[in-house]
């Protein structure tokens, strides 16, 4: 599986811990929101990268990147 994705895995999942206010242990468990966003996150990068590397589109590349980047997130709601 890609590393990126593995780290992110690793960034959502909160262990089991004590939580001294309620003076029990609490269970473990895996952050799905945070995991999403820094899927979309990431996918934003990825666009940014690739347009840059889009040297005949020069003059557009900010135009196409603002699009892009405004199009993926428009569509998670972010």
Same mark, same amino acid.
């Given at each position: 599986?890609?590393?990126?994705?593995?780290? $992110? #895995? /690793?960034?959502?999942?909160?262990?089991?811990?004590? @939580?001294? *206010?309620?003076? #029990?242990?609490? @269970?473990?468990? $895996? @952050?799905?929101?945070?995991? !999403? #966003?820094?899927?979309?996150? *990431?996918?934003? /990068? !990825?666009? *940014?990268? *690739?347009?840059?590397?889009?040297?005949?589109? !020069?003059?557009?590349?900010?135009?196409?990147?603002?699009?892009?980047?405004? !199009?993926? #997130?428009?569509? $998670? @709601?972010?």
């Amino acid at each position: 599986m890609n590393e990126r994705i593995n780290s $992110f #895995k /690793k960034q959502c999942t909160i262990d089991k811990h004590w @939580d001294n *206010e309620a003076q #029990k242990w609490i @269970d473990g468990h $895996f @952050d799905v929101d945070k995991f !999403a #966003k820094l899927i979309v996150n *990431e996918s934003v /990068k !990825a666009i *940014e990268l *690739e347009v840059n590397n889009w040297s005949q589109l !020069a003059p557009f590349n900010s135009i196409i990147k603002q699009r892009g980047v405004y !199009a993926i #997130k428009r569509h $998670f @709601d972010m």
